[in-house]
C-alpha cells in the first residue's frame, strides 16, 4: 500500500534558524507529493508540490525536492520566523487513486522569538 | 475565488442528539473528502465522493456516521446518535480531477464537541 512518514514532532527552533522536515514515501506506483501547511484554527492548505522527479517545489522560502532515488521529499527553509509556527503535513497522490490522497501524521513547528 | 465553505465553525450538543455538518466545494471541483482529525488519530479520511457519487467510504467510524452529496455544491455528513469520542474537528476538501497531481483544498472545519 501508500504510506507516507514523517520526522516526529514537535520541532521547535529558534527564529532564523534552518529547518528540515523529513518525509519519506512508499507508493505503488510514480505519485505527485505534497506538502500542506496548517495554522492553528484552520483547515490544511497548500504550501507546494511536486510532481515528478528531481522537480523541487517552492513558496514561501520553503522548498523541497522530489527525489525518486531516495523516496523523499524533505522541507527546507532556510530563516524560519515566528510565523511559520504551524502543523506541516507530507502527501503522495497517484493517478491510480483517483483524486485521493496519503497524508502524513504531521509535525508541529514551533518558532520562538 | 470563494473556497471550500464549512457550516457551522463550532457546534456543541449532548450526546445523543443528530448533528448535521455542511460543506459548500469549490465550484467545479469533482472530488469532496470528509476528514476528522483528533490529536489521538491524527488525520483520518472518512468517505470521499466523485461527481457525488460516493467512492470509498471505509473511514466512517459506524452506522451512526452518514454522509450525502445531493448535488455538486453541497454535502451533509451526519452523525446519529452522536456520544462524546465523535469529538473532533472534521473537515471538507475538494479537488479537480485531472489526475494525481492536483492538491486538496480544504474548509475551516467544524468543531464538534458532544458533551
Known amino acids: 500500500g501508500n504510506s507516507v512518514t514523517q520526522m516526529e514532532g514537535p520541532v521547535t527552533l529558534s527564529e532564523e534558524a534552518f529547518l528540515t522536515i523529513n518525509c519519506t514515501y512508499t507508493a505503488t506506483g510514480y505519485p505527485s507529493l505534497f506538502w500542506y501547511v496548517q495554522y492553528p484554527g484552520e483547515g490544511l492548505q497548500l504550501l507546494l508540490k511536486?510532481?515528478?522527479?528531481?522537480d523541487k517545489g517552492s513558496n514561501k522560502g520553503f522548498e523541497a525536492t522530489y527525489r525518486k532515488e531516495t523516496t523523499s521529499f524533505h522541507l527546507e527553509k532556510g530563516s524560519v520566523q515566528v510565523s511559520d509556527s504551524a502543523v506541516y503535513f507530507c502527501?503522495?497522490?497517484?493517478?491510480?487513486?483517483?483524486?485521493?490522497?496519503?497524508f502524513g501524521d504531521g509535525t508541529t513547528l514551533t518558532v520562538k522569538p | 475565488d470563494a473556497g471550500v465553505i464549512q457550516s457551522p465553525r463550532h457546534e456543541v450538543t449532548e450526546m445523543g442528539q443528530e448533528v448535521t455538518l455542511r460543506c459548500k466545494p469549490i465550484s467545479g471541483h469533482d472530488y469532496l473528502f470528509w476528514y476528522r482529525q483528533t490529536m489521538m488519530r491524527g488525520l483520518e479520511l472518512l468517505i470521499y465522493?466523485?461527481?457525488?457519487?460516493?467512492?470509498?467510504d471505509s473511514g466512517m467510524p459506524e452506522d451512526r456516521f452518514s454522509a450525502k452529496m445531493p448535488n455538486a455544491s453541497f454535502s451533509t455528513l451526519k452523525i446519529q446518535p452522536s456520544e462524546p469520542r465523535d469529538s473532533a474537528v472534521y473537515f471538507c476538501?475538494?479537488?479537480?480531477?485531472?489526475?494525481?497531481?492536483?492538491?486538496?483544498?480544504f474548509g475551516d472545519g467544524t468543531r464538534l464537541s458532544i458533551l
Open positions: 465522493f466523485n461527481n457525488n457519487v460516493p467512492i470509498d
Open positions: 476538501a475538494s479537488s479537480l480531477r485531472q489526475g494525481g497531481n492536483q492538491p486538496q483544498h
Open positions: 502527501a503522495l497522490s497517484l493517478n491510480t487513486n483517483a483524486g485521493k490522497s496519503t
Open positions: 511536486a510532481t515528478k522527479a528531481d
